[in-house]
């Protein structure tokens, strides 16, 4: 019987060489959210390295229009999150936003977007800052999810009020962060990096209680 060849392992991108020597601002805590989480209750992990642009823009200038084409819109009001596919936007102010999109969206890996951005900002009064690295992301789900955050979290988390698709700043454990609601029972949480491994932690904590076999 004639062998049969092995493919070949395919040659590593530029963009894959970049990824594999970055550090997430939780990387260290990559085992213990493994260990920590908690199937069917509460799970967490860090998705690392997400696109995000800060854009000011004055609401209704022509600026924020072409913006809101790239983007798929702006938000009107706190709390609103707005976009297309992959891109949303989330609001921090009258004239302030948040732009987070996946990892191959950044230029470093080839994308388009942040260069999109600046483009249709053109001339016109307002600033888009390439914030990638300003900040982690942290994924909180499952049917306890709310009750962690409610430890340390000055909003009201009821679903009555926070609904999903909303995201607002606020601060989790004394930490400042982004909190958006993704669904009924996921959030994801933007905490500045110098703060990441601190309120990783803390959030472990919280669940800490929910391995009790005592808990239903």
Not at 39 to 62: C, K
Not at 102 to 118: D, K, M, V, W, Y
Not at 176 to 186: D, H, M, N, V, Y
């Amino acid at each position: 019987m004639a062998e049969t060849a092995a493919s070949p392992t395919p040659a590593k991108t530029p963009a894959d060489k970049d990824l594999a020597v970055r550090t997430s601002p939780a990387g260290v805590l990559r085992d213990a959210f493994a260990a920590g989480s908690l199937a069917g209750t509460v799970e967490i992990s860090e998705v690392p390295f997400l696109t995000m642009v800060g854009i000011r823009a004055a609401a209704g200038s022509d600026a924020a229009q072409r913006i809101a084409a790239v983007t798929g819109g702006l938000p009107a009001r706190s709390g609103d999150v707005a976009g297309n596919g992959d891109t949303s936007v989330l609001w921090l102010g009258p004239a302030e936003f948040l732009v987070v999109a996946p990892t191959e969206a950044h230029e470093s890996l080839g994308g388009s977007l942040i260069q999109s951005l600046r483009d249709a900002l053109g001339g016109d009064a307002g600033q888009v800052v390439d914030l990638s690295a300003n900040r982690t992301t942290f994924e909180l789900t499952g049917p306890q999810a709310r009750s962690v955050l409610e430890k340390g979290c000055s909003l009201d988390l009821h679903p009555r009020v926070f609904k999903a698709g909303t995201a607002y700043s606020t601060e989790i454990g004394n930490i400042p962060a982004l909190l958006w609601k993704t669904g009924e029972e996921s959030f994801r949480v933007f905490p500045r990096a110098s703060f990441a491994e601190f309120l990783g932690r803390w959030l472990l904590d919280g669940m800490r209680e929910y391995a009790s076999p005592e808990v239903p």
